[in-house]
């Protein structure tokens, strides 16, 4: 089954402790992004991912950082995260270019104290 | 989301047709999307339409496209329990082809 896996679904930390959230996806998609949802502000964009070893800046990468060592894999890193990442993170995949259908991962809650 | 601007609550009838609406700022936006979530899950494609179409129509779904006032709209016919939801606009452009920008979000609930 073609999907885009996110673990884990649900995280509580607390400030300053590093944390990844890994995000996988099976279909051989080139591109790969970040999203956080945040009440009333959408989905916005984190980084972003056009192939192996390609990774940019989306709207608001302050506070975190991304690999893609293999193509199928996108970990987000919160090397010390703070009490305003608090939010609901969505990792997505598609064929090769955004603009190409959009497969999203079921979401990670992360609450930080 | 702030160049894609919704509504962000909708409250229909079951069986009335439901208007979600979006405006965008940007003229060179080159593809619009709906895409909807449903509660505890990620985004999935409604559908799209290209910036030189006007209207896009997909069983009960009809997407209307004023490229003039940079508005967009999806219309669910015959709304169902089923369709309760966020509904998110968004858009692509030819002055940054490599992301999405989002709108907010619109949450549709459907009465009895």
């Known amino acids: 089954e073609a999907q885009v896996t996110q673990n884990p679904r649900y995280l509580i930390t607390v400030t300053g402790k590093k944390l990844t959230v890994t995000c996988s996806q099976n279909m051989n998609h080139e591109y790969m992004s970040w999203y956080r949802q945040d009440p009333g502000l959408g989905l916005r964009q984190i980084y972003y991912s056009m192939n192996v070893e390609v990774t940019d800046k989306g709207d608001v990468p302050e506070g975190y950082k991304v690999s893609r060592k293999e193509k199928r894999n996108f970990p987000l890193i919160l090397e010390s995260p703070s009490p305003n990442q608090t939010s609901l993170y969505f990792c997505?995949?598609?064929?090769?270019?955004?603009?190409?259908?959009?497969?999203f991962g079921p979401g990670t809650r992360l609450t930080v104290l | 989301g702030e160049d894609v601007e919704q509504s962000l609550f909708l409250s229909v009838r079951e069986g009335d047709s439901s208007v979600i609406n979006c405006t965008y700022t940007d003229s060179s936006s080159t593809y619009l999307y709906w895409y909807k979530q449903e509660p505890g899950a990620g985004l999935q494609l409604l559908t799209y339409?290209?910036?030189?179409?006007d209207m896009k129509q997909d069983q009960r779904l009809t997407v209307l496209l004023n490229k003039k006032d940079k508005h967009l709209s999806l219309r669910i016919a015959d709304t169902q329990t089923g369709d309760s939801a966020i509904y998110f606009c968004?858009?692509?452009?030819?002055?940054?082809?490599?992301?999405?920008?989002f709108g907010s979000g619109t949450r549709l609930s459907i009465r009895p």
């Open positions: 997505a995949s598609s064929l090769g270019q955004p603009t190409d259908t959009q497969y």
């Open positions: 339409i290209f910036s030189n179409m």
């Open positions: 968004a858009e692509t452009r030819r002055s940054s082809a490599s992301k999405i920008i």
